[in-house]
Each structure stands twice: as structure tokens, then as C-alpha cells.
């Protein structure tokens, strides 16, 4: 039976993680106590134990665990942005291309993806797969978040009024210096030659995110049509049971889009909005920042993994 070790299984994403592995029997859970979460000898013996390991790390203690790992038989998920953009690891993300599951599947350093990119790759990706939207488009990406985003810390920080970085703000804008550690993984994933520039917000709520690709059709190649854009996107998840292409119908009789319409699932959702012949286009992607944007999509890698364990 697979072994799994979660480290980090006391954190936000780790204990998400957990959750969706209790019911299990085909696997066996290896744990460290809550007081000895970082042990770094009983870290140690449990990531060499396991079959898989997945890091719900800092980036510097993620690192730290896979140099644990050296010379042990045991696969890796880190859930951190430490690994996303090193060619040796497999991007978590199997929706990707036709071939990203099999080479998750494969693999043995899986890359989850950051919950942001994971909306704004959904919908560039294909489109510059393609050769729709071109590589070089000054792409923007704005996005808000649920505050679980943002880990214990900011946790605390939104709910405990006696926090000493309390923030009673309702919504709040960050990232201001455009210098988000997602940058460099949407470009290199999304295809793109140019950095995009990315806004994140945080909203007074727990869980769930939207991440707006706003576009000019007459800057795209040889379309001007939402029709046109949103066949690809239909096209390239068909039969993809974690993604849904919105119809343009449904779309187009919708007032507002609420951010926590998906939280406590691991769906992503994604929209193509405008008005035919005007123009424009923003697509927007749904998603719960813990669900296909962390712990749901380590879990979904996961039983990729284990389809192609090796005994
Ligand atoms: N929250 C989210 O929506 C998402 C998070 N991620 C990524 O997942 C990872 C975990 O984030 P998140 O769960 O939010 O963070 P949390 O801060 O909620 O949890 C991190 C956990 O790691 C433990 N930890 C920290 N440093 C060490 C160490 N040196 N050795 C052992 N344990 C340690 C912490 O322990 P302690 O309590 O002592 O601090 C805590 O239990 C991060 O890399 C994050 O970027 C990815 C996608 C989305
Ligand atoms: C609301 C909030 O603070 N969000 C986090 C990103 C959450 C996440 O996805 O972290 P990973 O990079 O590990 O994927 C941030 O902006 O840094």
C-alpha cells in the first residue's frame, strides 16, 4: 500500500490535504505530531519512508525536505513555488496539454501550481497553443483571492482583531511593486515571451478566487469572434472532469460572478464574457484557492502518481 507523508500536514494546505485523503483505504498516512511538525529528524525519517511526499512548505523548507529525500526511492509533490519553473520537475497542472497527466503520472518531482496561475494558465495556455493569442500580447492578469491564500499567518491577521498586523480592510489590493513570485510561472507556462502584469486583491471571505485575462480581439491573430475563443478553450477540456467551459448562453445571462461560488470544491470554472462584436473579451477563471488551486490539485496529482507506482 502507498505511503503518503504530508509535511506541513498542520498548515492550511496540508490540513486541506489530509481532509480529502481520510477517507481513504488504499493509502496509508504517515504523521508527525503537531509538536514535532518541525523535527527535522522525524521529518526526515518520515519523507524517506514514503512512497509520495507532499510538501506543504515554506519555499526554503521545501527545498530543505527534497534535499531530505537524496537517494531514497521516495516521489514528490511540493505544493510551494520552489520547483515551478525548474525543467527537472513535471508541472502539476494535467489539463495543460495532451500530455501533461501522462508526464505527472511519470514523474517523480511534481510541481503543484500556484492558485493564481492555475486560473490565469487554464485560460492563456490554449489560447496561444493556438497561435490565437500571441505570445508577445501585453497580457494582464488581475485576480482576487480568499484570505486562506495567504497561509496561518494571514489567516490570523484577517480573523483576530487583536493581531498586532491586524487587517480590518474589507478588500485590499497587494503585489503592488508587480513583482509576485507567480509572475515567472504564468509566463513560462502561459507561453508567453512577456511578463504579464498581475494585480491580486484579497477579499473578507475564506476561500474561492477569480482571475480576469482581459483582451482586445482585434489584437489576436485571424479572430474577432468570443465564439471562436471560446470553441478552443470547449475544445481543449473537453472530457476534462475538474474543468468547465462555461457556455457562451449561460455567460451571457449572468449579472455578477461571486468568487466563492466554487470554495469547498476542487472544480475550476471558466468564463468568456463580452458582447459579440464589440471587440473585447475578458475571460475569467473560478476556482477555490485551496481546491484545483492547492490541496485539491495535489490530490488529483497524487492518484496520477500512483497509477504508474512502480512496487
Ligand atoms: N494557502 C493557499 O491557498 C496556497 C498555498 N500554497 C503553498 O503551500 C505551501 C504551504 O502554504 P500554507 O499551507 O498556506 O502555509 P501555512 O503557513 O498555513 O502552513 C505551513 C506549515 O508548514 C510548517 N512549517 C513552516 N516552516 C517549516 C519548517 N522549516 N519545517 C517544518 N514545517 C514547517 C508550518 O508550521 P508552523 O505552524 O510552525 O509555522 C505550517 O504548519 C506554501 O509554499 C504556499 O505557498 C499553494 C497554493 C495555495
Ligand atoms: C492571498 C495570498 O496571499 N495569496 C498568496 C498566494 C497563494 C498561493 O497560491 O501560494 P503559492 O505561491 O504557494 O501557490 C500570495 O499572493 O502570495
Known amino acids: 500500500m502507498a505511503k503518503i ?29 503537531v509538536e514535532r511538525r518541525r523535527d527535522a529528524g522525524a521529518r526526515a525519517e518520515m519523507l524517506r519512508e514514503a512512497t509520495i511526499a507532499i510538501l506543504c512548505l515554506p519555499d526554503d523548507a521545501a527545498r530543505e525536505a527534497v534535499s531530505m529525500v537524496d537517494g531514497a526511492k521516495t516521489r ?15 508541472y502539476g497542472f494535467p489539463e495543460l496539454d495532451a500530455d501533461q497527466a501522462e508526464r505527472i503520472a511519470r514523474s517523480d ?4 501550481p ?15 497553443a493556438a497561435g490565437i493569442l500571441p505570445d508577445d500580447y501585453p497580457v494582464t492578469v ?23 498586523d491586524h487587517i480590518a ?15 515567472p510561472e504564468m509566463q513560462k507556462h502561459g507561453r508567453l515571451s512577456r511578463k504579464p502584469i498581475f494585480t491580486p486583491n484579497v477579499g473578507r471571505f475564506p476561500q474561492g478566487m477569480l482571475v480576469n485575462v482581459p483582451l482586445y480581439l482585434s489584437d489576436l491573430n485571424g479572430t474577432s ?36 461560488e466554487l470554495a469547498g470544491t476542487d472544480k475550476l470554472k471558466l468564463f468568456v464574457l463580452g458582447t459579440e462584436g464589440g471587440g473585447q ?6 476556482l477555490d484557492n485551496l481546491g484545483k488551486g492547492a490541496s485539491g490539485a495535489a490530490v488529483q496529482n497524487m492518484d496520477l502518481m500512483l497509477t504508474r507506482q512502480v512496487a
Open 5 to 33: 507523508f504530508i509535511d506541513g500536514e498542520h498548515g492550511t494546505t496540508g490540513l486541506q490535504i489530509r481532509q480529502r485523503l481520510g477517507g481513504r483505504d488504499d493509502l496509508e498516512l504517515l504523521s508527525i505530531p
Open 76 to 90: 514528490i509533490i511540493d505544493t510551494s513555488t520552489a520547483h515551478r519553473v525548474d525543467d527537472a520537475w513535471a
Open 109 to 112: 518531482r511534481v510541481a503543484n
Open 114 to 128: 500556484g492558485c493564481y496561475p492555475t486560473g490565469a494558465i487554464a485560460l492563456i495556455r490554449p489560447l496561444v
Open 142 to 164: 488581475n485576480a482576487v483571492s480568499g484570505y486562506t491564500g495567504g497561509g496561518k499567518q494571514m489567516i490570523a491577521q484577517m480573523e483576530d482583531p487583536a493581531n498586532p
Open 169 to 183: 480592510a474589507p478588500f485590499f489590493l497587494y503585489a503592488l511593486p508587480l513583482k509576485h513570485k507567480h509572475v
Open 225 to 260: 469572434s468570443l465564439g471562436e475563443i471560446h470553441a478552443t478553450l470547449a475544445d481543449h477540456y473537453e472530457g476534462q472532469p475538474n474543468v468547465e467551459v462555461v457556455s457562451l448562453d449561460e455567460s451571457a445571462g449572468l449579472a455578477r460572478l461571486d468568487p466563492t
Open 281 to 286: 473579451v475578458n475571460l475569467v477563471a473560478s
